[in-house]
């Protein structure tokens, strides 16, 4: 079953909302009230969930817990992916603070810097080594996906060193910039830039009743 990207980005938002669910003792959620609580259509939630069979029951709504579950086992990997970043710049220490880093489903067990007084260190528990001895220390780790937080000018070549001897099968891609890697390797990009643009274009269109011409 082939499920889009923006189905699957959806089913990643439920899980993290019916965690704030659990976490508040709810027991039981309807379509609405999680459209409500994520700006998403219900009937989209609804038609989101039917791909996984009946979950819910009509005029009852889903058990939190139940539905959670569930979804967390859709998602759960088959074992805990090993990721590194590389480049820990202001960019790289916020993402290394953020909440949602802490999970069981993968863990980050290897930063990288050209920085002399980062490299040794260890960085928000995570050592950090140089970007020389990165294929080496990928390769002891098992790291098999890559963060990459560089400058866009350096992105290239650390993506060329890191995946010409390792077997890295994915990289989430934050530089400005667009990479070229081996046909094997799933390749994401965030550019910040680009969803502003976004958020900026929908907000002018609201703005002028979705009349873009004017």
């Known amino acids: 079953m ?4 923006p189905t699957v980005e959806r089913l990643v938002q439920y899980i993290r909302y019916l965690e ?8 039981v959620i309807s379509s609405q009230e999680i459209g409500d609580g994520l700006g998403i259509k219900a009937s989209q939630v609804r038609k989101d969930l039917s791909y996984f069979g009946e979950i819910g029951k009509r005029g009852v709504g889903y058990n939190v817990e139940k539905l959670y579950g569930h979804l967390n086992t859709i998602f759960a990997p088959p074992k805990t992916w090993k990721i ?9 220490e916020a993402l290394l603070g953020y909440k949602a880093f802490e999970s069981d489903k ?10 002399p007084a ?34 866009s000018s350096a992105a290239q070549d650390v993506v060329d060193k890191a995946t010409e001897s390792v077997p890295i099968k994915g ?17 994401y990009n965030v550019d910040i830039f680009v ?16 009349n873009i011409w004017g």
């Open 2 to 5: 082939r499920i889009a990207e």
């Open 20 to 27: 704030r669910c659990r976490e508040a003792g709810k027991r």
């Open 84 to 92: 590194a970043m590389i480049g820990i710049g202001n960019l790289g």
């Open 106 to 115: 993968f863990r980050i067990v290897a930063l990288f810097d050209i920085d």
């Open 118 to 151: 980062k490299i040794g260190r260890k960085i928000h528990g995570i050592p950090c080594y140089d970007v020389v001895d990165m294929p080496q220390v990928l390769n002891d780790e098992g790291v098999e996906v890559l963060i990459i937080t560089t400058p």
């Open 171 to 187: 990289i989430l891609n934050f530089a400005p910039t667009t990479l070229v890697v081996p046909e094997h390797i799933i390749l």
């Open 195 to 210: 969803e502003l643009e976004k958020l900026l274009f929908y907000i002018k269109l609201k703005e002028m009743g979705g």
